[in-house]
Protein backbone atom coordinates (compact mmCIF):
# COMPACT_ATOMS: atom_id res chain seq x y z
CA UNK A 1 0.00 0.00 0.00
CA UNK A 2 2.66 2.29 -0.92
CA UNK A 3 3.47 3.95 -3.89
CA UNK A 4 7.16 4.95 -5.36
CA UNK A 5 6.54 8.56 -6.04
CA UNK A 6 4.88 9.62 -2.59
CA UNK A 7 6.57 11.65 0.27
CA UNK A 8 7.02 9.23 3.12
CA UNK A 9 7.93 10.59 6.74
CA UNK A 10 8.58 7.89 9.54
CA UNK A 11 7.58 8.31 13.28
CA UNK A 12 9.04 6.10 15.54
CA UNK A 13 7.63 5.67 19.37
CA UNK A 14 11.07 4.60 20.20
CA UNK A 15 10.28 2.63 23.41
CA UNK A 16 7.14 1.36 21.94
CA UNK A 17 8.86 0.07 18.97
CA UNK A 18 11.21 -1.63 21.30
CA UNK A 19 9.05 -3.26 23.18
CA UNK A 20 6.72 -4.56 20.61
CA UNK A 21 9.99 -6.18 18.70
CA UNK A 22 11.23 -7.76 22.16
CA UNK A 23 7.67 -8.95 22.31
CA UNK A 24 8.20 -11.02 19.00
CA UNK A 25 11.96 -11.50 19.95
CA UNK A 26 13.80 -9.61 17.80
CA UNK A 27 15.78 -6.44 18.17
CA UNK A 28 15.37 -3.85 15.21
CA UNK A 29 18.25 -3.07 12.36
CA UNK A 30 17.39 0.83 12.24
CA UNK A 31 19.59 0.83 9.17
CA UNK A 32 17.61 -1.78 6.75
CA UNK A 33 14.22 -0.34 8.57
CA UNK A 34 15.56 3.50 6.94
CA UNK A 35 16.66 1.06 3.49
CA UNK A 36 13.45 -0.65 3.60
CA UNK A 37 11.43 2.50 3.13
CA UNK A 38 13.76 4.53 1.27
CA UNK A 39 12.59 1.78 -1.13
CA UNK A 40 9.12 2.24 -0.14
CA UNK A 41 9.07 6.03 -1.65
CA UNK A 42 10.89 8.90 -1.16
CA UNK A 43 11.65 9.14 2.73
CA UNK A 44 11.96 13.02 3.46
CA UNK A 45 12.41 12.63 7.40
CA UNK A 46 12.76 9.66 9.88
CA UNK A 47 12.24 10.93 13.30
CA UNK A 48 13.04 9.08 16.12
CA UNK A 49 11.30 10.25 19.51
CA UNK A 50 12.69 8.78 23.08
CA UNK A 51 13.39 10.10 26.78
CA UNK A 52 16.92 9.68 28.21
CA UNK A 53 18.21 9.43 31.66
CA UNK A 54 20.29 12.46 32.02
CA UNK A 55 21.59 11.27 35.68
CA UNK A 56 23.00 7.83 34.96
CA UNK A 57 26.68 7.60 34.18
CA UNK A 58 25.59 5.59 31.16
CA UNK A 59 22.70 4.75 29.40
CA UNK A 60 22.07 1.76 27.58
CA UNK A 61 20.17 3.67 24.78
CA UNK A 62 22.77 6.27 24.44
CA UNK A 63 25.22 4.45 21.77
CA UNK A 64 21.45 3.45 19.84
CA UNK A 65 20.75 7.68 19.99
CA UNK A 66 24.61 8.67 18.84
CA UNK A 67 24.06 6.04 15.96
CA UNK A 68 20.30 7.21 14.71
CA UNK A 69 21.77 10.98 14.88
CA UNK A 70 24.63 10.27 12.59
CA UNK A 71 22.78 7.92 10.04
CA UNK A 72 20.27 10.14 8.81
CA UNK A 73 17.32 9.87 11.40
CA UNK A 74 16.35 12.95 13.01
CA UNK A 75 16.48 12.82 16.67
CA UNK A 76 13.69 14.43 19.21
CA UNK A 77 15.03 13.30 23.23
CA UNK A 78 13.98 14.95 26.53
CA UNK A 79 14.83 13.84 30.43
CA UNK A 80 13.32 11.24 31.76
CA UNK A 81 12.12 11.81 34.95
CA UNK A 82 12.51 9.57 37.53
CA UNK A 83 10.24 9.06 40.57
CA UNK A 84 9.74 6.53 43.58
CA UNK A 85 6.02 5.19 43.31
CA UNK A 86 3.99 4.59 46.64
CA UNK A 87 5.52 1.59 46.52
CA UNK A 88 9.32 2.91 47.18
CA UNK A 89 9.82 1.32 43.76
CA UNK A 90 12.04 3.73 40.95
CA UNK A 91 9.91 4.33 38.06
CA UNK A 92 11.07 6.66 35.41
CA UNK A 93 8.70 8.52 32.88
CA UNK A 94 9.33 9.79 29.32
CA UNK A 95 6.34 9.68 27.43
CA UNK A 96 7.10 11.35 23.91
CA UNK A 97 3.56 11.91 22.78
CA UNK A 98 3.13 15.41 22.51
CA UNK A 99 7.10 15.60 20.49
CA UNK A 100 5.52 13.36 18.23
CA UNK A 101 2.75 14.80 17.48
CA UNK A 102 3.38 18.36 17.06
CA UNK A 103 6.51 17.24 14.50
CA UNK A 104 3.17 15.02 12.68
CA UNK A 105 1.26 18.09 11.90
CA UNK A 106 3.87 20.34 11.13
CA UNK A 107 4.97 17.80 8.41
CA UNK A 108 1.21 17.37 7.50
CA UNK A 109 1.76 19.48 4.48
CA UNK A 110 4.75 18.54 3.18
CA UNK A 111 4.01 14.82 2.90
CA UNK A 112 1.55 12.62 1.01
CA UNK A 113 2.08 9.36 3.81
CA UNK A 114 3.03 8.92 7.40
CA UNK A 115 4.29 5.66 9.01
CA UNK A 116 3.77 5.87 12.56
CA UNK A 117 5.73 3.41 14.69
CA UNK A 118 3.51 2.59 17.93
CA UNK A 119 0.59 0.69 19.14
CA UNK A 120 -0.59 3.59 21.68
CA UNK A 121 -3.71 3.65 21.42
CA UNK A 122 -3.77 7.99 22.81
CA UNK A 123 -2.16 8.33 18.95
CA UNK A 124 -5.67 7.77 17.25
CA UNK A 125 -6.87 11.56 17.14
CA UNK A 126 -3.37 12.45 15.79
CA UNK A 127 -4.12 9.71 13.10
CA UNK A 128 -7.61 11.00 12.76
CA UNK A 129 -6.51 14.61 11.86
CA UNK A 130 -3.84 13.62 9.65
CA UNK A 131 -6.14 11.83 7.65
CA UNK A 132 -8.55 14.68 7.39
CA UNK A 133 -5.53 16.77 6.04
CA UNK A 134 -5.05 13.75 2.98
CA UNK A 135 -2.64 12.38 4.77
CA UNK A 136 -2.15 8.66 4.47
CA UNK A 137 -0.90 7.09 7.72
CA UNK A 138 0.53 3.58 8.13
CA UNK A 139 0.71 2.36 11.37
CA UNK A 140 3.42 -0.32 12.44
CA UNK A 141 2.64 -2.24 15.77
CA UNK A 142 1.60 -6.13 16.60
CA UNK A 143 -1.51 -8.02 17.36
CA UNK A 144 0.69 -11.07 17.57
CA UNK A 145 2.25 -10.52 21.17
CA UNK A 146 0.20 -11.27 24.09
CA UNK A 147 -1.36 -8.98 24.75
CA UNK A 148 -1.44 -7.48 21.58
CA UNK A 149 0.72 -4.44 21.48
CA UNK A 150 -1.43 -2.25 19.27
CA UNK A 151 -4.82 -0.47 20.84
CA UNK A 152 -7.45 -1.57 18.90
CA UNK A 153 -9.00 1.99 18.06
CA UNK A 154 -5.57 2.84 16.77
CA UNK A 155 -5.30 -0.27 14.30
CA UNK A 156 -8.98 0.48 13.21
CA UNK A 157 -8.54 4.07 12.39
CA UNK A 158 -4.93 3.81 10.61
CA UNK A 159 -5.17 3.51 6.69
CA UNK A 160 -2.95 0.81 6.45
CA UNK A 161 -1.71 -1.50 9.42
CA UNK A 162 1.50 -3.44 9.30
CA UNK A 163 2.18 -5.87 11.80
CA UNK A 164 5.86 -5.61 12.71
CA UNK A 165 6.37 -9.91 12.82
CA UNK A 166 5.85 -9.38 9.14
CA UNK A 167 8.50 -6.81 9.02
CA UNK A 168 10.59 -9.33 10.98
CA UNK A 169 12.90 -11.06 7.89
CA UNK A 170 13.21 -7.29 6.50
CA UNK A 171 13.96 -5.07 9.19
CA UNK A 172 14.96 -7.71 11.96
CA UNK A 173 18.31 -8.96 13.63
CA UNK A 174 18.57 -11.59 16.87
CA UNK A 175 18.40 -10.08 20.39
CA UNK A 176 21.23 -8.59 21.61
CA UNK A 177 21.83 -10.77 24.65
CA UNK A 178 22.59 -13.42 22.41
CA UNK A 179 26.66 -13.13 21.15
CA UNK A 180 26.51 -11.55 17.85
CA UNK A 181 29.95 -13.00 16.18
CA UNK A 182 28.73 -11.77 12.83
CA UNK A 183 32.57 -12.94 11.90
CA UNK A 184 31.73 -16.44 13.01
CA UNK A 185 28.77 -17.89 10.03
CA UNK A 186 30.80 -21.50 9.39
CA UNK A 187 30.08 -22.41 13.29
CA UNK A 188 27.24 -25.28 13.82
CA UNK A 189 24.40 -24.42 16.56
Not at 17 to 31: E, R, V
Not at 87 to 96: A, H, I, L, T
Not at 107 to 134: C, K, M, N, T
Not at 162 to 172: A, S
Amino acid sequence: MFYKDERLALFIDGSNLYAAAKSLGFDIDYKLLRQEFMRRGKLLRAFYYTALLENDEYSPIRPLVDWLHYNGFSMVTKPAKEYTDSQGRRKVKGNMDIELTVNAMELAPHVDHIVLFSGDGDFRPLVESLQRQGVRVSVVSTIRSQPPMIADELRRQADNFIDLNDLKEVIGRPPREMPDRSDDTSKDD
